[in-house]
């Protein structure tokens, strides 16, 4: 069973950074490619950013040169570096491991950024 553990959200002020962390367990597949998403409060689900088992990576245009995202096969890990937070980065966050056609994902941990 496939399990996605995300920790690392919480309150911070604009121009702060924060450090999101997704621990994963049961994976079959070392291929797979892991991603950051987000939700703010009425819009949908976004890409943040993703990164495949190569280290190929992709940022969306809105969080390009503030976040960085890192995997460590060795310790099953996947972070998401977050730097000079703006009030929009607010959302909650989501681990996501894709496998082929199929997408496991965390149950979320909450940034919020004050202005």
């Known amino acids: 069973q496939v399990q996605l553990v995300e920790s690392g959200g919480g309150l911070v002020q604009a121009g702060g950074s924060l450090r999101l962390s997704c621990a994963v367990s049961?994976?079959?597949?070392?291929?797979?490619?892991m991603g950051w998403y987000r939700q703010a409060p009425g819009k949908q689900r976004e890409l943040v950013a993703t990164?495949?088992?190569?280290?190929?990576?992709i940022y969306a245009d809105s969080v390009k040169g503030r976040f960085t995202i890192a995997r460590d096969n060795a310790k099953s890990t996947v972070n998401l570096q977050m730097n000079n937070l703006k009030p929009e980065d607010t959302a909650v966050y989501y681990c996501?491991?894709?496998?082929?056609?199929?997408?496991?994902w965390g149950q979320g941990t909450q940034v919020t950024v004050s202005s």
């Open positions: 996501n491991e894709q496998v082929g056609s199929i997408n496991y």
């Open positions: 049961g994976s079959i597949f070392r291929g797979a490619t």
């Open positions: 990164v495949s088992f190569t280290g190929t990576t």
